[in-house]
């Protein structure tokens, strides 16, 4: 299993240019999400996904979109980037059908830099 | 010693030694912690989970301490090794959102 994996490793963006960051999974996991990891700040959760057809707002949505129509993909959108944009961007999975015992599995991140 | 503001707190310890990483959450409605390590350049990795009805769970040179009373979650590495120089961070899961900390970041002394 590839487990979750993020593409591409790194971009440059110009401010006003939109782009997609992808992610993948392969361990039929219902819920994903993405975070944003800026120095000193810790992850921060941008948006979040139950399943295949449902999103969520995490802590820092602005700027953001995100869709699921499958269980395996769950792509982050920038529209308009913003140099505010630049960070590290990483896309999590886990289990759903337990409670408990279901941490999160990370890709290695897209580092971003808006110009 | 420490350093905060835009820098993550430092934590050094000698190899061998056992090391202690503290971490405080917001919120009583939490019902599960975790502890992620992450190396430079890569995404976080599990290291060991509690659930809120817990107080302590060990693993492999690790064990990991809940104070609900006071909401603070600890870490503690036993022999710390060369290659646990990492940052740490702790999460709460809040319903369907995990909520990570600032991280602390441990530099092992040879």
């Known amino acids: 299993n590839a487990g979750v994996t993020q593409t591409p490793k790194f971009q440059v963006l110009k401010t006003g240019q939109s782009m997609t960051l992808q992610c993948a999974q392969d361990?039929?996991?219902?819920?994903m999400s993405w975070y944003r990891q800026d120095p000193g700040m810790g992850l921060r959760l941008i948006h979040y996904s139950v399943g295949a057809g449902i999103t969520d707002q995490g802590e820092v949505p602005n700027g953001y979109n995100v869709s699921r129509s499958t269980t395996e993909d769950f792509p982050l959108r920038l529209l308009s980037a913003a140099p505010s944009q630049t960070s590290v961007y990483f896309c999590?999975?886990?289990?759903?059908?337990?409670?408990?015992?279901?941490?999160?599995?990370f890709g290695n991140g897209t580092r971003l830099t808006v110009t | 010693g420490e350093s905060v503001g835009l820098h993550l707190p430092t934590l050094s310890v000698q190899e061998g030694d056992n090391s202690i990483i503290n971490c405080a959450y917001s919120?009583?409605?939490?019902?599960?912690f975790i502890w992620y390590k992450q190396e430079s350049g890569k995404g976080p990795q599990f290291i060991i989970d509690?659930?809120?009805?817990?107080d302590k769970r060990q693993g492999q040179r690790v064990t990991v301490l809940l104070n609900k009373t006071v909401k603070h979650l600890s870490l503690q590495i036993a022999a710390t090794q060369p290659g646990d120089s990492a940052v740490y961070f702790c999460?709460?899961?809040?319903?369907?959102?995990?909520?990570f900390g600032p991280g602390t970041s441990l530099s092992v002394i040879p």
């Open positions: 999590a999975s886990r289990q759903t059908d337990s409670l408990y015992n279901s941490p999160l599995h």
């Open positions: 919120n009583s409605a939490s019902d599960y």
């Open positions: 361990m039929n996991h219902e819920y």
């Open positions: 999460a709460e899961r809040r319903r369907d959102k995990v909520i």
């Open positions: 509690i659930r809120s009805n817990m």
